[in-house]
């Protein structure tokens, strides 16, 4: 088989856990597999880096904190092809130029365009171990770009589709995907099997454990796709289409993201196109929108609310402005103290009262929902910060999913 192994930051924390990682490699090569590996930066690594930038500016150019941030990775890619080769194997690092990952240029958050597997495929072809560095690429015009916090598991699942490997295994610091943060609810339970659309919920709606464009990738690229820890050989969670599923329960997981900021647009001017206006502008400065609220209009302007990525929240706050200046809006102000509650579950397409009893348990622990949002597999609520742990683990229990 062809396998692509990914290790989080966790799993390359220290030089023994590096060892462990090659230690494992070296297994699946021994074992009559090709393998690419795709690694992280070690833990807290792209932090420390972030902190050192912000020492000198509030606002450092993107394009120069994709030089700092892509460093990160590549200790670690090295460090592992190093003690791979010490072991007695042939391994080659790569970086994501030199894997042939092309971006656009977005810098900090630079999309995937296509990969050129050339290099890859002659090592491979040689029978070589390849360790490549995640969370990277080049742009078209030659600049060293990132892919998004948590970006290395979109580098694992691309190349995995490139190379068109049989498998990708994703290693982190947890044994699978649970029904909830592992580290909120001690309770929660490890799914074997998960659909993509759900885990694509999931992960955009805050859990971590997997970046969600990952998981947008694997589903279109059909990717098999497994979470597992690289502590034990404990089997992990299955990502894969629904119809492979055969017990689909009514709500499979619970999500939280406190890394959500509200901004609030007070005295909007009650025009044809004003909403557009806005929120294409926002749009170019690629400012995520989540939810959106608008108030009825009174003498002639209406309120809008809507919730952003607290990462975003500078660019949304710059582009409000220009509205303020020129009179469209009289006010703006933010929350950062909110965080985003999800319940998600392919069972909720044909069930009803899913969404009343999110909301009972939320009154019944006296928390007041301000926003609100659903689809068809998920229902999403914004609440006070400080309650989000209780409302994670209220919902975990009103659902049952201990059970
Ligand atoms: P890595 O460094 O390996 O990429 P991350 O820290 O990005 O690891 O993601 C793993 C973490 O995701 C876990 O430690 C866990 O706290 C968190 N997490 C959040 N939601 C879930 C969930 N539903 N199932 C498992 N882990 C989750
Ligand atoms: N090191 C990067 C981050 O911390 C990418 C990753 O770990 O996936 O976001
Ligand atoms: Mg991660």
């Given at each position: 088989?062809?396998?692509?192994?990914?290790?989080?930051?966790?799993?390359?924390?220290?030089?023994?856990?590096?060892?462990?990682?090659?230690?494992?490699?070296?297994?699946?090569?021994?074992?009559?597999?090709?393998?690419?590996?795709?690694?992280?930066?070690?833990?807290?690594?792209?932090?420390?880096?972030?902190?050192?930038?912000?020492?000198?500016?509030?606002?450092?150019?993107?394009?120069?904190?994709?030089?700092?941030?892509?460093?990160?990775?590549?200790?670690?890619?090295?460090?592992?092809?190093?003690?791979?080769?010490?072991?007695?194997?042939?391994?080659?690092?790569?970086?994501?130029?030199?894997?042939?990952?092309?971006?656009?240029?977005?810098?900090?958050?630079?999309?995937?365009?296509?990969?050129?597997?050339?290099?890859?495929?002659?090592?491979?072809?040689?029978?070589?171990?390849?360790?490549?560095?995640?969370?990277?690429?080049?742009?078209?015009?030659?600049?060293?770009?990132?892919?998004?916090?948590?970006?290395?598991?979109?580098?694992?699942?691309?190349?995995?589709?490139?190379?068109?490997?049989?498998?990708?295994?994703?290693?982190?610091?947890?044994?699978?995907?649970?029904?909830?943060?592992?580290?909120?609810?001690?309770?929660?339970?490890?799914?074997?099997?998960?659909?993509?659309?759900?885990?694509?919920?999931?992960?955009?709606?805050?859990?971590?454990?997997?970046?969600?464009?990952?998981?947008?990738?694997?589903?279109?690229?059909?990717?098999?796709?497994?979470?597992?820890?690289s502590f034990s050989n404990e089997e992990g969670t299955l990502i894969t289409k629904e119809e492979n599923i055969m017990e689909k329960p009514l709500v499979s997981g619970i999500a939280l993201d406190k890394n959500q900021a509200r901004v609030s647009l007070f005295g909007v001017k009650d025009r044809t196109g004003i909403a557009s206006d806005i929120f294409n502008k926002l749009a170019q400065n690629n400012v995520n929108i989540d939810m959106i609220i608008q108030n009825v209009a009174h003498d002639g302007s209406a309120n809008i609310d809507f919730t952003v990525p607290v990462g975003d929240l500078s660019d949304a706050k710059k582009v409000v402005a220009e509205f303020i200046e020129s009179g469209d809006i009289t006010e703006q102000s933010y929350d950062e103290k909110i965080c985003k509650v999800s319940i998600v579950g392919?069972?909720?397409?044909?069930?009803?009262?899913?969404?009343?009893?999110?909301?009972?348990?939320?009154?019944?622990?006296?928390?007041?929902?301000?926003?609100?949002?659903?689809?068809?597999?998920?229902?999403?609520?914004?609440?006070?910060?400080?309650?989000?742990?209780?409302?994670?683990?209220?919902?975990?229990?009103?659902?049952?999913?201990?059970?």
């Amino acid at each position: 088989m062809l396998i692509v192994q990914k290790f989080g930051g966790t799993s390359v924390g220290d030089l023994e856990r590096i060892q462990n990682v090659a230690n494992r490699v070296s297994e699946t090569k021994k074992a009559g597999h090709d393998v690419v590996v795709v690694v992280s930066a070690m833990s807290g690594e792209t932090n420390k880096l972030v902190a050192y930038a912000e020492h000198f500016s509030a606002d450092p150019e993107r394009s120069e904190m994709d030089m700092l941030l892509s460093s990160g990775e590549r200790v670690t890619a090295s460090l592992l092809a190093i003690a791979l080769n010490a072991m007695g194997h042939s391994a080659v690092s790569m970086s994501g130029r030199k894997a042939g990952i092309v971006t656009d240029n977005l810098h900090t958050k630079a999309r995937i365009e296509e990969i050129d597997p050339t290099a890859m495929h002659k090592a491979i072809k040689e029978g070589k171990i390849i360790v490549v560095a995640g969370f990277q690429g080049v742009s078209l015009d030659g600049n060293v770009t990132t892919l998004g916090r948590g970006g290395s598991d979109l580098s694992a699942v691309a190349i995995a589709g490139a190379i068109k490997a049989d498998l990708c295994e994703i290693y982190t610091d947890v044994s699978g995907i649970y029904t909830t943060d592992p580290r909120i609810e001690p309770k929660a339970k490890k799914l074997d099997k998960i659909s993509y659309d759900e885990m694509l919920e999931l992960a955009s709606l805050g859990a971590k454990v997997l970046q969600n464009r990952s998981v947008e990738l694997a589903k279109k690229l059909n990717v098999n796709l497994v979470t597992r820890t690289s502590f034990s050989n404990e089997e992990g969670t299955l990502i894969t289409k629904e119809e492979n599923i055969m017990e689909k329960p009514l709500v499979s997981g619970i999500a939280l993201d406190k890394n959500q900021a509200r901004v609030s647009l007070f005295g909007v001017k009650d025009r044809t196109g004003i909403a557009s206006d806005i929120f294409n502008k926002l749009a170019q400065n690629n400012v995520n929108i989540d939810m959106i609220i608008q108030n009825v209009a009174h003498d002639g302007s209406a309120n809008i609310d809507f919730t952003v990525p607290v990462g975003d929240l500078s660019d949304a706050k710059k582009v409000v402005a220009e509205f303020i200046e020129s009179g469209d809006i009289t006010e703006q102000s933010y929350d950062e103290k909110i965080c985003k509650v999800s319940i998600v579950g392919v069972g909720m397409k044909s069930h009803t009262g899913v969404a009343a009893k999110a909301f009972t348990t939320m009154a019944n622990e006296n928390i007041n929902i301000t926003m609100i949002s659903t689809s068809e597999i998920k229902v999403s609520m914004v609440i006070a910060e400080k309650y989000a742990e209780l409302a994670v683990r209220s919902l975990h229990d009103a659902y049952e999913l201990d059970k």
